[in-house]
C-alpha cells in the first residue's frame, strides 16, 4: 500500500467530493470511506491483529476485514476487492448491514458495512495481517468488554452497531 495512492475523499454528509492521495489524507484528517467486511462461520467471526507497522491502529485487533475506498471506486468494489487482498476470500456474496458515519481523533470516515459468509480456507496478507482465527460471537464479546484488549475504535463502533441490530 502505497502513502501515494489516490483515495476518494467525501463530505462529512457522505458524498465523494475529489480525491488525494493517502497521505494527505491522513495529515488533514480528511472525510473517507471504507469497505468493512465481517466474515462469518455458522456462530463465529473471523477475528485478526494488524501488524505493528500500519498507518493507524497498529497492532490492534479487528473483526472487520477491509480498507480504504480509492479514487473512482465503489464501497462494494473495495469491500471485494480488500477481502480478496486481505483474506483470499473471493466470489461470494456480500450483504449490506449498514453505514456509519465515524469522527474519530485519527479518523474521519464512512464505513460501508457487509456480511459474508465464509467456510473454506483463510490466507492472510502478511504485510497487513499479523494474526488470524475465529471466535463465536460471544467469545468477541467477551473480549470486547475488556476495556484493555486492543480494538480498532472503528470497528468497535461498527460491531457494536451490529451487535445493537442482532438483538
Known amino acids: 500500500m502505497a502513502n501515494d495512492e489516490l483515495v476518494a475523499i ?3 454528509d457522505g458524498v465523494v467530493t475529489g480525491a488525494a492521495t493517502r497521505v494527505r489524507m491522513r495529515a488533514e ?22 501488524t505493528d507497522d500500519k498507518d493507524v491502529f497498529p497492532g490492534m485487533h479487528d473483526c472487520w476485514a477491509g ?14 476487492r480488500e477481502l480478496a487482498e486481505e483474506l483470499g476470500i473471493l466470489g461470494v456474496p456480500l450483504s449490506p448491514l449498514f453505514t456509519l458515519s465515524v469522527d474519530l481523533v485519527h479518523t474521519r470516515i464512512h464505513l460501508f458495512a457487509y456480511e459474508a459468509w465464509w467456510d473454506g480456507d483463510v490466507v492472510l496478507q502478511d504485510e497487513e495481517i499479523a494474526w488470524g ?9 467477551a473480549k470486547l468488554s475488556d476495556p ?20
Open 133 to 141: 482465527g475465529w471466535m463465536t460471537v460471544a467469545e468477541l464479546r
Open 148 to 167: 484493555a484488549w486492543p480494538f480498532v475504535p472503528d470497528g468497535r463502533i461498527a460491531i457494536e452497531e451490529w451487535f445493537r441490530r442482532q438483538s
Open 10 to 12: 467525501y463530505s462529512a
Open 67 to 80: 480498507g480504504v475506498v480509492a479514487a473512482g471506486e465503489t464501497p462494494l468494489e473495495c469491500a471485494r
Open 29 to 50: 484528517g480528511l472525510w473517507h470511506a471504507c469497505g468493512a467486511i465481517l466474515v462469518r462461520s455458522g456462530d463465529r467471526v473471523h477475528v485478526h491483529r494488524r
